[in-house]
């Protein structure tokens, strides 16, 4: 059946590029439907173990309708916090050993890219999300090495709202922050962003209570703002070799970015429409400097956002990035879906074809 002539080629390519694109990941994760939506319909069909989702369009029929799309991993609804962090724990040694790595979340508004980056509100330990595991567990790598390594943990945390760098840690609350275009081959930089020595996981989450209380200063409601801006936690990492006296760095940063829902142009007037072209210019520059990236690209377009300026040094060489694409289950939710795979897609670096009926 050519349909499966058309998933097999699809497959062929995706693991061509798969091997080109090294140190970039993209991972997948559908949230399971909330109460009060419609759970008797999805337009989403996914393998839980090869990574692959097919998104129907409610409104085809039959194959035509159907397109793939291929992830390094699909995580389903009912995949655990545990489960998706599995997957980041070797990123996290990665850091401690001189890597820099940048874990993000994309997704419309709603589509979990909280509930995975930090979890859910009061959340149990068994339901953290990432930052707090990455943590825990960069701190107790750090202590088993203790013999030989001895390591400096510093935290930074900022927002871009309206291509704007607020710092989320200043003792006088948020404050706005330049960015210094320093020379090649150190990047952009954020010189006065305040940084906290820290000695433990605690000492982090305490900073970040601080942080997430500072962003919601100046918004309605904190759910408003934080879906309307970028929010980057920073974990610098410095390690001396007790022996030798070698020193390396590491950087993490754990991403969670603005609402990706496309804002009614004709609708938006003012202040959201303002924001909107905003959140998509540092989107789209997001795309593109990954996509670069993973065609080996000579020329990566750093300069068109905040946001991939800020990331520059962990984006790139030797740096390791892990995206994950958040989706709502929900039929409503297809148009926004689909923009959302089509920028996986982007990113991932490889763009598949519509899965094709027998003509
Ligand atoms: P976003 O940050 O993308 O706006 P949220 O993380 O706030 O989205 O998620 C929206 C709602 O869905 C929240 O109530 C959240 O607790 C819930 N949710 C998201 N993902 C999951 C999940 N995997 N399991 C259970 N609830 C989830």
Redesign the pocket.
């Known amino acids: 059946e050519n349909y499966h002539a058309t998933l097999e080629e699809n497959r062929k390519l995706f693991n061509e590029v798969q091997e080109l694109k090294g140190n970039i990941r993209v991972h997948c994760?559908i949230?399971?439907f909330?109460p009060g939506e419609d759970q008797t319909s999805t337009t989403i069909e996914y393998g839980s173990d090869n990574g692959e989702l097919i998104l129907e369009n409610p409104g085809k029929q039959g194959k035509e309708g159907k397109k793939l799309f291929k992830f390094n991993k699909v995580l389903g609804?009912s995949?655990s916090?545990d489960e998706?962090f599995k997957d980041i724990q070797p990123l996290i040694r990665s850091v401690l050993d001189g890597y820099n790595v940048c874990i993000f979340?994309y997704?419309?508004?709603?589509?979990?890219?909280?509930?995975?980056?930090?979890?859910?509100?009061n959340a149990t330990e068994m339901?953290w999300g990432v930052n707090y595991r990455a943590l825990n567990d960069l701190f107790h790598i750090s202590l088993s090495r203790r013999d030989t390594i001895m390591y400096e943990v510093s935290v930074q945390m900022i927002e871009i709202y309206n291509e704007q760098i607020h710092d989320l840690l200043s003792t006088s609350g948020s404050k706005k922050l330049g960015i210094l275009n320093a020379s090649q081959p150190n990047g952009f930089a954020v010189p006065d962003a305040t940084k906290h020595l820290v000695n433990s996981s605690s000492d982090v989450i305490e900073l970040m209570g601080i942080g997430l209380k500072n962003r919601s200063i100046g918004a309605t409601a904190l759910?408003e703002r934080?879906?309307r801006s970028h929010s980057i936690v920073t974990i610098h990492i410095q390690g001396v070799d007790l022996k030798t006296g070698a020193t390396l760095r590491g950087a993490l940063h754990l991403v969670?970015l603005a609402?990706s829902e496309r804002v009614d142009r004709s609708a938006a007037t003012g202040d959201r429409l303002k924001e909107a072209q905003h959140i998509n210019k540092s989107l789209s520059a997001l795309g593109d400097v990954i996509f670069s990236l993973s065609q080996k690209n000579a020329h990566v377009p750093y300069r068109n956002s905040k946001l991939t300026q800020v990331l520059q040094n962990s984006l790139g060489g030797h740096a390791k990035t892990l995206m994950f694409v958040?989706i709502n289950p929900d039929v409503s939710s297809y148009a926004e879906t689909l923009s959302t795979l089509k920028f996986a897609e982007r990113v991932s670096g490889v763009e598949l074809g519509v899965a094709k009926s027998n003509k």
């Open positions: 994760r949230r399971p909330l609804p995949a916090q998706v979340a997704g419309q508004t709603g589509s979990g890219k909280t509930y995975t980056m930090t979890g859910p509100e339901d759910n934080s879906s969670d609402g958040q």
